[in-house]
Structure formats: structure tokens, C-alpha cells
């Protein structure tokens, strides 16, 4: 009989909820959560009453962020998941490691050279695995992408164009909570672009070689909306009058089970910490960029170039690959359109994914135009249109918690398949800072 493994999680918030419910209900019998470990004793508090109440599970023992070795100490876990704030990943991960565990980390792996060094280095003292969670990998439509261009139907890549709007609910998102500051996500580039860099190193089976990049903050921040004419500001939504006259304000989720989350994690909680959920995009301290262009060469000498703008009025993206047989067009609309008071769009906390609506229907996903000939649709499975990351999350979680005997197309990342993702990122931080390209092979030794 297979052993049931032992997990801890580190990090208790939104993110926590993928991996703590799944082991409540769907992975239950693969699997067992042990105990918490947070900054925030509020919030470990909320989620064992949670917990309670939705699954009748008995409340888990836990543990301050300074107590982590006490608690793997006492609980003698198989495996952490690391799903704290961006800039400490690197802590956890490597001390997880020199305990004797194996871990599972949300992406970013990390943020910065200098972190992502350490985890190379303890991995290779220690021999222990790191499992970087690419739940975008696991998505029927990418993985179609994979299976596509591991066939040779377009041949040799030559160029990809890959370009990725954030919209004016999910994209703000970003800046007004603890994203915002760069020291503490690294940038949307490192943050979120972790996923797209590490999709067209897995798609085109090749790893950054030199990355140039531009960005700036063009749009939120206090400043651009002064420019525009705007004079009435704000620091926080909760219990401000100017708040409710700006669209961009934080909305708490209608759905009373989501509204309770937000309110037990975030605000119930505040009063520990004095972290705020619902800043003003318009306020100062934003230190992350808004609109983002990469060029990346690769060893392969495929050329990417990358675009991500986090204002747009639709979200989705758009890949399209030049090969020597032919051009393969990939396009994605995730959400279609955002309204001021958010009525238009079927929103599904926390993943953000609305039902399908025309603008999806009019734009066949993946389409293919050989060099003579007609260009065709390829059809793929598909997934509930409000399915978490395109359906990703749930084979993911199936992945790591029950593990597969086969894996052709090579889903599962690991940490070196976390470093070179966020590789691309933490080059071109640098390439805005300088001005200049960056060689990706100076920044870590693996």
C-alpha cells in the first residue's frame, strides 16, 4: 500500500488555499496536511476554524515563521509547501532541505540571483527535490502547444511572439497589495512573467542565452494619475468615501464563501501585522512596473520577444511561432471584459477565469498556416471554461499528489526548470536598470 505522505504548509495566504483544500477533499487519501506555519497567528487561527467548519477536520498545530525548525522538528513532515510572499521562498525552500524534506514551491522559486544561488547550491548538499508548481504547463490547450511543435509540424522555431494582457481587475490586483513593492515580488516580470518565460522554455525545448528589456510604471502610481487630472486620492478602500467613486478599488468578492476567506485572511487579520489588502493603485510606494517589453535569444537561437501591459480592458494572451515549416498562432482570451462595478464579468475567486463569451468565440485558439497552404484550426480537449488556469490546477494538484508513472511531454519542474524561468525575469530587472543586454549564464552556476 502506498504510503500516505506527511506535508506542512509555510505561507497562509490566498495562494495557501489551492493546496490545503485539496488534501481536505480531492487528495485526502494521498496525502495528509500536519501543520501551519505563518507570520500572522490570525490567520492560521482563521483557517483552522475554517477548516473546521468545511471539512470537520480537527484543528493543526502552528507555528510562527522563527519556529520552523521547532515545527519540523515536532511534526517530521515528507514534504513543505512553500506558499509564502515571494522574497522568502528562498529561506524555506533551502531550510526545508538541509531538515531532510522535499519541497513544493509556488512560483516564483525566487526573486533575485543571489536566493536562486542558494537553492542550487543547498540542492546539490543535500539531494532533496524541489517541486516549482507551473500549473500552467498542466493546461490542455498549452499542453496541445507542446504536442504540437514536439511533432515537427512547424518545424525548427525560429521566433516567438508572446504577448500577455493583464486587465483592470486582476492587473491592478497587483498593485495594491505587497507585489507592489519590488523587493518583495521582484516585478511582475519575475512574479507573473515566471509562468510565461517558463512556458516557451518548456514549448520550444531550449534555455535563455542574452535578454534586453524596457519597462516603466506608465499608469498606476500616484503620479501618472496626476498627470491625467485626477485630484482625489486615497491610502486604503475599507471605510474610505473616495474609494467608492474609483472603479479600480478593491471589491470584495460577492460570494459569501470567498467574502469570508478575504475577510478571516486579510482584514480579521490586519490588526497582527497591519498588512492591508486594499490599497489604492493610485497611492504612492509602487515600485513595480506596469508595461514590459523582453527580447530573449536563446541557446537554439530562437529569438522571443515579450510584451505585458497589466492595465488592458481584456485579459488573455497570444503566442505565435515562426518555424521552418510553417506559423502556428495560439490565442487565449481568459476574461473578455471588465466593467466599473464588475457585473459584466463571471468571475471565479481566486483565479480570476470568467465564462467564455464572444470575443472568445470569434478567436479560434490554435490555428496553423503551413508556408503553401491554407491555414487550419487544431482542435484540443476541452476544459470547464471557468476551470482554475485553464484547467491546469487541477492535473497539477493530481500530479503532485498522487505522482505519474509516464510524463512524455515533461510536466513536472523541478528547481532547475524554476531557476531558468525566473532567470529571464531577474535579467531583464537588470537590462532596465542598465540599459544593457544581460548574459544569463553570468548570473548563477548550476
Known amino acids: 500500500m502506498k504510503k500516505k505522505l506527511r506535508y506542512v504548509q509555510v505561507g497562509t495566504g490566498q495562494r495557501s488555499w489551492m493546496y490545503t483544500t485539496a488534501l481536505m477533499k480531492e487528495h485526502a487519501k494521498d496525502g495528509e496536511l500536519c501543520a501551519l506555519c505563518d507570520t500572522n497567528q490570525h490567520r492560521m487561527d482563521f483557517w483552522n ?22 515545527m519540523i522538528a515536532e511534526i517530521k513532515p515528507d514534504k513543505v509547501i512553500v506558499t509564502s510572499m515571494d522574497r522568502t521562498h528562498h529561506k524555506y525552500i533551502c531550510r526545508a532541505m538541509e531538515l531532510g524534506c522535499d519541497v513544493i514551491t509556488e512560483k516564483p522559486m525566487t526573486m533575485d540571483a543571489e536566493k536562486c544561488q542558494q537553492i542550487i547550491d543547498t540542492q546539490k548538499r543535500t539531494g532533496r527535490h524541489v517541486t516549482v508548481t507551473f500549473n500552467y504547463r498542466y493546461s490542455p490547450r498549452n499542453t496541445k502547444i507542446k504536442e504540437i511543435i514536439k511533432s515537427g509540424l512547424v518545424g525548427d ?18 498593485f495594491r497589495r505587497w507585489h507592489r513593492c519590488k523587493n518583495n515580488s521582484g516585478g511582475l516580470l519575475v512574479h507573473k512573467a515566471t509562468h510565461h518565460f517558463d512556458l516557451v522554455n518548456w514549448w520550444i525545448d531550449s534555455q535563455p542565452e542574452t535578454v534586453f528589456s524596457m519597462g516603466a510604471l506608465r499608469f498606476y502610481g500616484k503620479e501618472n494619475a496626476e ?30 464563501y470567498w467574502a469570508k476567506i478575504y475577510n478571516g485572511i486579510y482584514f480579521d487579520s490586519e490588526v497582527e501585522d497591519q498588512y492591508y489588502r486594499d490599497k489604492s493603485v493610485f497611492g504612492d510606494g509602487i515600485s513595480i512596473e506596469d508595461n514590459m517589453g523582453v527580447i530573449v535569444r536563446y541557446k537554439n537561437k530562437a529569438i522571443l520577444t515579450y510584451s505585458l501591459n497589466a492595465h488592458a480592458p481584456w485579459e488573455g494572451y497570444r503566442v505565435c511561432f515562426n518555424g521552418t515549416k510553417g506559423r502556428l498562432e495560439f490565442n487565449v482570451v481568459e476574461v473578455s471584459s471588465s466593467s ?7 468571475v471565479d475567486f481566486p483565479g480570476a477565469h470568467p465564462l467564455k463569451t464572444e470575443r472568445a468565440k470569434l478567436l479560434p485558439e490554435i490555428i496553423f498556416q503551413p508556408h503553401w497552404g491554407k491555414p487550419y484550426v487544431i482542435d484540443y480537449p476541452e476544459v470547464a471554461a471557468d476551470a482554475d488556469h485553464g484547467g491546469g490546477d487541477v492535473l ?49 552556476h548550476f
Request: aromatic share 12%; charged share 30%; proline share 6%.
Open 340 to 346: 466599473a462595478d464588475g457585473k459584466d464579468v463571471k
Open 396 to 444: 497539477l494538484l493530481k500530479h503532485i499528489f498522487q505522482g505519474v508513472k509516464k510524463d512524455p511531454l515533461g510536466l513536472a519542474a523541478d528547481y532547475v526548470d524554476g531557476a531558468r524561468s525566473i532567470l529571464i525575469g531577474i535579467a531583464a530587472n537588470k537590462s532596465i536598470a542598465s540599459g544593457q543586454p544581460v548574459d544569463v549564464s553570468t548570473l548563477v
Open 49 to 70: 476554524k475554517f477548516f473546521k467548519e468545511q471539512y470537520k477536520h480537527k484543528p493543526l498545530p502552528t507555528y510562527k515563521a522563527d519556529q520552523f525548525d521547532r
Open 157 to 174: 522555431i525560429t521566433s516567438v511572439h508572446f504577448e500577455w494582457m493583464l486587465n483592470t481587475c486582476h492587473g491592478a490586483d497587483y
Open 227 to 256: 498627470n491625467r487630472g485626477v485630484t482625489d486620492f486615497y491610502f486604503r478602500c475599507r471605510g474610505s468615501k473616495t474609494a467608492e467613486k474609483d472603479p479600480f478599488r478593491f471589491k470584495l468578492p460577492e460570494d459569501p
